[in-house]
């Protein structure tokens, strides 16, 4: 039995794999920087952006002049969707030293042009090319319609075998649509409701660390517990973040969540609690940021955040990324006055 050892359990880092399942409008992609950006507030490192929305993601990008928005580097993807260029364009970003990859949309791995389900149709007129006619010809698809798949679902495993060896973090955005189970059906004789379901490879969205589900209009609060059963399903709270989502019911997506996920995955080789670890002069600081009451609370944090500048605690990006906080904060506050 040379081929096996143990050893004494412990926790130690993981990578998060995070799955955001919406309709168009709900708040995904600002979800995903939020998110994001709790991440490597605790990390360290950048956020990339691997943008297949027409650099759409570039809405989102940081404006020196309004001193709003997110600090990450953005990666253009066109089409083709193919399962392999998406593994590239993840390997490109590791290479190039992210620290957190964010994929807006994933859905175009299935649906896209390029996509596994064009692929499938590309094999089976491959196959079919010889028929003598079109009677022949989709009589032929039928049959070979599984062997059709053999290319796009090998290139599919390939892919989501790649992103699970990585060992980086990922936000998965994917699209979501409204399906009905005709081959299910109530005493009334009416398909099944499946609710909100993503458009994309259900491997990869199985082997997420955790998946919230957002309704439409729901400007970035997940729903984590949906009516439908299918929904339901969708929907994974596991264990380690069962606290942390309940604290979330009814709240947005946030830095602070991603923060204290990140906390949980970095582990530890001693088998320490890592939520009980003391958090990053920037995830003190945001935090403190955004529990601020009133205008003179807020405003006693300048004097922090400029010490944490002058000992090098907090990086440029992270001190602009405080200063934009702190400005929206104060806009909050200001509302609020009476």
């Known amino acids: 039995m040379k081929d096996f050892t143990d050893s004494k359990a412990v ?35 950048e956020i990339f952006f691997v943008d297949t929305e027409a650099n759409r993601g570039l809405h989102y990008a940081w404006d020196e002049e309004k001193k709003e928005g997110f600090h990450f580097r953005h990666v253009p993807f066109a089409a083709p969707f193919n399962p ?79 992103i699970v060896q990585m060992n980086m973090n990922f936000i998965f955005c994917f699209r979501a649509q409204e399906k009905l189970d005709w081959k299910k059906k109530d005493s009334n004789g009416q398909p099944t409701d499946l609710g909100w379901q993503p458009i994309g490879a259900m491997p990869l969205i199985y082997e997420m660390t955790a998946r919230a589900l957002l309704q439409p209009g729901s400007e970035g609060v997940p729903d984590w517990e949906p009516n439908i059963k299918a929904e339901k399903q969708l929907v994974k709270r596991p264990e380690q973040f069962r606290k942390l989502f309940d604290r979330y019911k009814g709240k947005q997506i946030d830095e602070a969540m991603g923060a204290e996920m990140a906390r949980w995955a970095n582990g530890s080789a001693q088998g320490e609690t890592v939520t009980e670890s003391k958090p990053s002069a920037f995830a003190e600081l ?53």
């Open 11 to 45: 926790r130690s880092k993981v990578p998060l794999l995070i799955g955001l399942i919406s309709a168009s409008g709900a708040g995904k992609t600002y979800s995903a920087l939020r998110l994001a950006k709790g991440i490597v507030s605790v990390t360290g490192g």
């Open 286 to 338: 945001v935090a403190a940021i955004a529990m601020s009451k009133t205008p003179e609370d807020l405003e006693q944090l300048t004097a922090n955040i400029e010490s944490c500048k002058r000992e090098r605690r907090v990086s440029p990006a992270e001190v602009d990324q405080l200063r934009a906080a702190y400005v929206e904060h104060a806009k909050k506050l200001k509302g609020a006055t009476p």
């Open 84 to 162: 392999l260029r998406y593994l590239a364009a993840a390997q490109y970003c590791k290479k190039r030293g992210a620290s957190c990859i964010i994929f807006d949309s994933f859905s175009h791995e299935h649906s896209g042009v390029g996509g596994v389900l064009e692929m499938h149709d590309a094999e089976l007129d491959r196959l079919t090319r010889h028929c003598e006619s079109e009677k022949e010809a989709d009589e032929k698809r039928k049959r070979v319609g599984a062997l059709a798949w053999g290319k796009p679902k090998g290139e599919r495993n390939k892919l989501i075998d790649g």
